[in-house]
C-alpha cells in the first residue's frame, strides 16, 4: 500500500505554526512581567516568571535553530 504524501509547505507550516507561537508566549511573558513588575515583587512572585521567560527563551532559540538547519538540509 502506499502511503500518501504530504505537501512539503504543509509539513514546514505544520513545524514553524508552533515555533512562531513560542515567541508569541515569551514575548507575553515578558510583557506581562515589565507590566506588573511592582505587584510580581511584593507577591515574591518574580522569580517564577522570570524562571519561566529564561527557559522559553533559548528553548525557542534552539527550535528554530533546529528547523531552519533542517530546512537547510533539504529534510523539511
Same mark, same amino acid.
Given at each position: 500500500? =502506499?502511503?500518501? !504524501? +504530504?505537501?512539503?509547505?504543509?509539513?514546514?507550516?505544520? /513545524?514553524?505554526?508552533? &515555533?512562531?507561537?513560542?515567541?508569541? $508566549?515569551?514575548?507575553?511573558?515578558?510583557?506581562?512581567?515589565? #507590566? =506588573?513588575?511592582?505587584?510580581? !515583587?511584593?507577591?515574591?512572585?518574580? &522569580?517564577?516568571?522570570?524562571?519561566?521567560? /529564561? /527557559?522559553?527563551?533559548? +528553548?525557542?532559540?534552539? #527550535?528554530?535553530?533546529?528547523?531552519? !538547519?533542517?530546512?537547510?538540509?533539504?529534510? $523539511?
Amino acid at each position: 500500500m =502506499n502511503q500518501p !504524501k +504530504m505537501n512539503p509547505a504543509v509539513l514546514r507550516l505544520l /513545524v514553524i505554526f508552533p &515555533n512562531v507561537l513560542s515567541y508569541i $508566549l515569551l514575548f507575553g511573558v515578558i510583557i506581562y512581567i515589565t #507590566t =506588573n513588575y511592582a505587584n510580581l !515583587k511584593a507577591a515574591n512572585a518574580l &522569580n517564577l516568571w522570570l524562571i519561566i521567560a /529564561v /527557559v522559553l527563551g533559548p +528553548m525557542a532559540l534552539y #527550535t528554530t535553530y533546529s528547523i531552519i !538547519k533542517r530546512i537547510k538540509a533539504g529534510v $523539511l
